[in-house]
């Protein structure tokens, strides 16, 4: 993709501080890092999002974020991990080129908050359910 930040990064026209590669993935440091040692892990090929890379590639990718996950533990200190996808601008996607998040967690007060505690009324629980377990 021409004009994709993350295919120059694959490429190496734009420089950036890796954390891993092999034939398939690449993770690297994020420019603008929300805690120490915020790292995004891609496909080297080129997918729009999440929602279009195959499972056995996104196998790969999640397995490249679970072995960061555990070196930030193992030897950046942190004391847990955010594990982050953001699928379409809507959500968060600001780089359409798939991508996982690994965010290192040191402590309580550390200006990030990734919170799950809006509790929605009025939802069909067993229609939704239902409808999301008919397409999968
Ligand atoms: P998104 O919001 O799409 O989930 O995340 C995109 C991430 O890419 C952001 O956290 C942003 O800081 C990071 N990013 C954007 N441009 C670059 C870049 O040129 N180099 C690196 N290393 N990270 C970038
Ligand atoms: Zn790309």
Redesign the pocket.
Known sequence: MDNC??C??VNGD?P??KVYEDAEVLA???????TKG?T?VIPKEHFDSLLYCPKDLLGKVMAVAQKIAQASITTLGAKGVNI???TNPI??????HF?V?VIPRYSDDDQLKLEFNKNLENLNLPVIAENLSKKI
């Not at 959500?91 to 359409?96: F, L, R």
Request: charged share 5%.
């Open positions: 930040i993350f120059k990064i734009i950036c501080y690297f440091l994020d420019v603008s890092p929300v915020h995004l982050v996808n953001n959500a968060g996607q600001t780089v359409m991508h998040h």
